[in-house]
């Protein structure tokens, strides 16, 4: 059974920047997509970027372009979600998915139905 355990999250300062990260376990990630999602309190939840062993694709939402990487460590069975340059408005609870996909902006719609997700994690951007 896929699973995935999101971990470093935390209380940061506008422009600081965190790591999470996404452990795999009862699967490998060379056929799978990592995504990466938020949401915060009575806000929809956000596809915010993604990385896909099945074609090497990957995705970024707009307003974290520039300012977030993603990146994969397949010895560990892990993907990193590197983000700097934190504003207040990231502030959310972080959530990674995977599933057997390509990464597009069409596809981070389907983690909700084919996705195993994982607990979250909190992230606050505040002074």
């Known amino acids: 059974q896929e699973q995935v355990v999101e971990s470093g999250g935390g209380l940061v300062q506008p422009g600081g920047s965190l790591r999470l990260s996404c452990a795999a376990s009862?699967?490998?990630?060379?056929?799978?997509?990592i995504g990466w999602f938020r949401q915060a309190p009575g806000k929809e939840r956000e596809g915010v970027s993604c990385?896909?062993?099945?074609?090497?694709?990957?995705y970024y939402a707009d307003s974290v372009k520039g300012r977030f990487t993603i990146s994969r460590d397949n010895a560990k069975n892990t993907v990193y979600l590197q983000m700097n340059s934190l504003k207040p408005e990231d502030t959310a609870e972080y959530y990674c998915?995977?599933?057997?996909?390509?990464?597009?902006?069409?596809?981070?719609?389907?983690?909700?139905?084919?996705?195993?997700w994982g607990q979250g994690t909190q992230v606050t951007v505040s002074s």
């Open positions: 009862g699967f490998t990630l060379d056929y799978y997509a």
């Open positions: 998915a995977a599933a057997r996909l390509r990464c597009t902006i069409t596809t981070m719609g389907h983690f909700d139905l084919l996705g195993a």
């Open positions: 990385i896909s062993s099945v074609d090497g694709s990957t």
